[in-house]
C-alpha cells in the first residue's frame, strides 16, 4: 500500500499531465494549460490573488529556459513555492493555538 507521501507525488504527476496532454504536447504546459490547471486544481490560490496578471507573471517566474512552455520540473517549483508559502502559514496558526 503506497505512503500518503507516495499519494502525494503520483497525484502532482497525475495532474500535471492530465493538462499537459491538452494542447498535444505531453510533457509541458502552455500558458493556456497552466490557467486552466490553477483555476481548476489551485482556485483558492488564484482567488486570494488580487492581480489579474498573476497567471502572466507566475507563468513567466516558471518557465525559466523561457520556451514559453512549463515542463514538469518547473511546475514542481511552484508547488514547493506555495507549500512553503503554506507551511509558514501552518506554523503562524499552530502557534497562535498553542497560546490558547
Do not use: W
Request: hydrophobic share 40%; proline share 2%; charged share 30%.
Amino acid at each position: 500500500m503506497p505512503s500518503d507521501l507516495e499519494i502525494a507525488m503520483e497525484s502532482l504527476i497525475l495532474v500535471f499531465h492530465r493538462y499537459a496532454s491538452r494542447d498535444g504536447n505531453a510533457s509541458t504546459l502552455s500558458k493556456r494549460d497552466l490557467k486552466d490547471l490553477m483555476e481548476n486544481e489551485l482556485s483558492n490560490f488564484l482567488r486570494c490573488q488580487k492581480d489579474p496578471e498573476a497567471v502572466d507573471k507566475i507563468m513567466k517566474d516558471l518557465d525559466v529556459n523561457s520556451d514559453g512552455q512549463v515542463d514538469f520540473e518547473e511546475f514542481v517549483s511552484l508547488v514547493v513555492g506555495l507549500s512553503i508559502a503554506c507551511e509558514q502559514c501552518y506554523k503562524v496558526y499552530m502557534a497562535k493555538e498553542s497560546k490558547k
